[in-house]
């Protein structure tokens, strides 16, 4: 049914109104520098800080997280809007991270109530950080070959074992992670816990990458503290708890993040010129371009139609394996093509010779390399989507 208005059209003047006189006059239009500042590893302070504070406090950062826990209690439509309005302001929600992306919805679907109501709060604002602990050295693509263990103590447990990957560990104050409570049993002998990283047993190690970054770090437990209360979910049941939560990491991970930065249609006619008809001069070149910008509108197109069958059901699904292998390869072609049409300005690493995107084009093409591995690999998520989307089965 077309929305014509109505209580939406309403609440869009109450957001609007509520933007324009709690967003920092010097933050207004500074969307990227708000998401690069809490998405880091530093403590943004000033207008920065003010900002997560306010937003924090009206519950806004977790829009459609229940006002129980502190968050806005918005429905999803009203939470749309809300995100037009701070675009249109050319604002960004500064609660970023792990905690609202991934395990904040996962302790909401299997958390206790004790649990929702120590954790949620926080996280809705802003206060703490949170890492994964999933992938250990012997357990990428095959997590579930995990051996990082799990020891109960009596009125405690304990963890002992290395993870790998660990993004953001060396800033993180919490971990959710799969352990090994069960060493005769694969899938069924993992739980899913909460661990503190500030204490005594937690060692973290940045891992420096070719894109000049440490956002991953090597993690070490040595008889680290986990209380009895930090499990979430029944023992030996983690498995089933650490897929959703990767249901919804790849919801973020296909959500366009990849799909950011230059228009390759202006980019193209500033460094390689244009032809009589003002198109890009090199035709083989507009040819790519033009396949890209096909392909990233149809993208956009499937994220919008997955969103609308989806209506009334916030989780996400195994289609967000499609999403998520459909946004890394579009955005990794869309990083080379950059970099093709800079010519040798797209070499640049540092110096005064390379503007700051230049450098950026460079470094995030990079990066993006990391896309197609890090959430479950591009192969992991064709078995996905083989066997829960298309139906096929495994063949002896």
Avoid at 33 to 38: C, G, V
């Amino acid at each position: 049914m077309a929305d014509f208005g109505g209580e939406q059209e309403a609440f869009r003047l109450d957001a609007r109104e509520w933007l324009q006189a709690n967003v920092p006059a010097a933050l207004v239009g500074q969307a990227e520098a708000i998401t690069d500042a809490f998405m880091g590893g530093g403590k943004p302070s000033g207008d920065m800080d003010l900002w997560r504070q306010r937003i924090g406090e009206k519950g806004w950062g977790a829009p459609t997280w229940p006002k129980a826990y502190g968050g806005g209690g918005l429905t999803p439509a009203e939470a749309r809007v809300l995100q037009q309005e701070m675009a249109a302001m050319g604002v960004a929600n500064p609660i970023v991270g792990m905690g609202t992306s991934m395990f904040g919805p996962t302790l909401l679907e299997y958390g206790t109530e004790a649990q929702k109501q120590q954790h949620i709060p926080p996280i809705v604002r802003g206060e703490l950080r949170w890492c994964q602990g999933y992938s250990e050295p012997g357990a990428g693509s095959d997590l579930a070959a995990l051996q990082t263990k799990l020891e109960d103590r009596g009125d405690h447990w304990v963890v002992n074992g290395q993870k790998i990957w660990t993004s953001g560990a060396q800033w993180a104050d919490w971990c959710f992670c799969l352990v090994r409570t069960d060493t005769t049993k694969k899938h069924e002998g993992i739980s899913f816990v909460l661990i503190n990283m500030r204490q005594p047993g937690v060692e973290t190690r940045p891992i420096k990458l070719i894109a000049g970054s440490s956002p991953f770090c090597e993690t070490f437990f040595t008889d680290a503290r986990v209380e009895k209360t930090d499990m979430l979910g029944p023992e030996n049941h983690g498995w089933t708890i650490g897929k959703r939560l990767l249901q919804h990491e790849r919801s973020g991970q296909g959500g366009g993040r990849m799909l950011a930065g230059p228009n390759l249609v202006d980019l193209a006619k500033e460094f390689i010129g244009v032809d009589d008809k003002g198109r890009i001069a090199d035709a083989d070149l507009r040819t790519r371009v033009a396949n890209t910008m096909i392909d990233a509108k149809a993208h956009a197109l499937t994220l919008q139609r997955i969103a609308a069958e989806s209506r009334g059901n916030v989780n996400p699904s195994a289609t967000t394996s499609i999403l998520k292998n459909s946004s890394t390869r579009i955005g990794q072609d869309k990083a080379e093509l950059t970099l093709e049409i800079l010519g040798h300005q797209g070499l640049g690493w540092e110096g005064d010779d390379f503007t700051p995107e230049q450098l950026q084009a460079v470094r995030g093409w990079l990066s993006g390399k990391a896309w197609t591995i890090f959430g479950g690999s591009a192969e992991i998520q064709n078995n996905i989507i083989s066997k829960r989307i298309l139906g096929l089965l495994d063949h002896q």
